[in-house]
């Protein structure tokens, strides 16, 4: 084991002992407190520098944003981003960096190579028949990371209807390549929001993973599920146990509508099954674990019968 990797086990052992959310709403309140207008231009402009933002995409300038948090979730310059002409293709939810991928086989998919866990744990299914893990069985998953430098806001990434959000409490562990490498069943563990889609008779499940530092995420089409001053639906103090809506009729989205925010970084679990013909989706051949992709890339193609789907491989 290199000193690198030594040093990661042991700060991943001491950080699964402290108190991660009160520690992650320090560091929110931090991000949050409102910097002078001479400071912002400093302060915001280098943290962009050093995090490597591409300050030509975001909409305003340093000086505009009235602390590092608000900056965190800022907006994207009018086009700069673009989305697949065909309307059945799903797209990318995010910026981030493509992560495990694959077929959903037996309810397990991969967190990283020998490191499975379910389906049915990560989402925290209610018992209901319209809305159950085994409805996504033989689809398709996607896991995508957000590092400090990415654009943080979700967006649909397909035209459907929201029928359940659900806001599932856990811890706050790391969510860095370290910490999926080393700590088993990862994401289930943490803190998590879950929307459930109805997309063209297939289900479809958008898993938005809280992590250390702030750990809070945000809605966008239901603000007042979060809360006094928006602080959010996730890492909120004084929320106990499962927050959920349901919506009946269910909410309809456009492929491209901001769902959620995360404030500061984490992980986006995308996962959908076969509609009812059986038909599902093949991502798309160019997606490879490590690779860059941004907001309304395309992730699948054509939809296919049962079994592999065109560009996947064994997972």
């Known amino acids: 084991m290199s000193a690198i ?6 700060l991943l052992r001491l950080l699964q002992r402290l108190p991660q959310g009160a520690l992650s709403r320090a560091t929110g309140a931090l991000a949050d407190v409102p910097l002078p207008r001479v400071l912002r231009g400093p302060v915001i402009g280098g943290f962009a520098r050093v995090v490597g933002v591409d300050q030509g995409e975001v909409a305003g ?11 965190f979730v800022r907006r994207l310059r009018d086009g700069v981003r ?50 159950d893990a085994r409805r996504l069985e033989g689809g398709r998953y996607l896991t995508l990371y957000l590092s400090p430098r990415h654009y943080h806001r979700i967006h649909a990434p397909a035209s459907g209807g929201l029928v359940r959000a659900q806001a599932i409490p856990g811890r706050l562990l790391p969510v860095n390549e370290p910490a999926i490498q080393g700590i088993p069943r990862l994401f289930p563990r943490n803190e998590r929001l879950v929307l459930w ?38 890492n909120r103090p004084g929320r106990q146990g499962e927050g959920s809506r349901n919506y009946a009729p269910p909410l309809s989205l456009a492929r491209g509508d901001e769902v959620a925010a995360f404030h500061l970084g984490s992980t986006v679990v995308l996962l959908v099954g076969p509609d009812a013909e059986g038909q599902v989706p093949g991502l798309a051949p160019h997606l490879r674990p490590g690779d860059e992709i941004r907001l309304g890339d395309p992730l699948t193609v054509r939809s296919t019968g049962p079994g592999p789907a065109p560009g996947l491989g064994r997972r």
Do not use: C
């Open 5 to 10: 990797s030594r040093r990661w086990r042991l």
């Open 61 to 71: 300038s340093p000086r505009d944003f009235p602390s590092v948090g608000a900056f």
């Open 82 to 131: 673009s989305w697949p002409d065909d309307p059945r293709v799903l797209a990318s939810p995010v910026d981030g960096v493509v992560g495990a991928l694959g077929e959903i086989r037996e309810g397990t998919v991969l967190q990283a190579k020998g490191m499975p866990y379910q389906v049915a744990d990560l989402l925290a299914h209610p018992a209901s028949p319209d809305l």
């Open 197 to 234: 889609m109805e997309v063209e008779g297939a289900l479809l499940a958008l898993v938005a993973v809280g992590a250390f530092n702030v750990g809070r995420i945000s809605v966008s089409f239901d603000e007042e599920w979060n809360g006094p001053g928006g602080k959010g639906v996730t």
